[in-house]
């Protein structure tokens, strides 16, 4: 937990995928606009996805 952040997270059980190739082949738009929106607005976004599912989590800073 950290003071003034918001964490966002999201996790399936699929198949999973190579998230560099996919990003690379311009074929997944939506991983790539979790990506750039995340950065727009100071936050990060990391996408880990294996043979057990894919996990997204996102960092956004908040003002309060």
Known sequence: V???VLF???RDNGKGFDVSSTLNSG???GLFSILER??????????????T???????IPINV
Do not use: P, Q, Y
Not at 53 to 59: P, S
């Open 27 to 29: 074929a997944s738009f």
């Open 2 to 4: 950290e003071k003034d």
């Open 8 to 10: 966002l997270i999201s």
């Open 53 to 59: 599912g894919t996990l997204i989590k996102i960092k």
């Open 38 to 51: 995340s950065r727009a607005i100071n936050g990060k976004a990391t996408i880990h996805s294996g043979a």
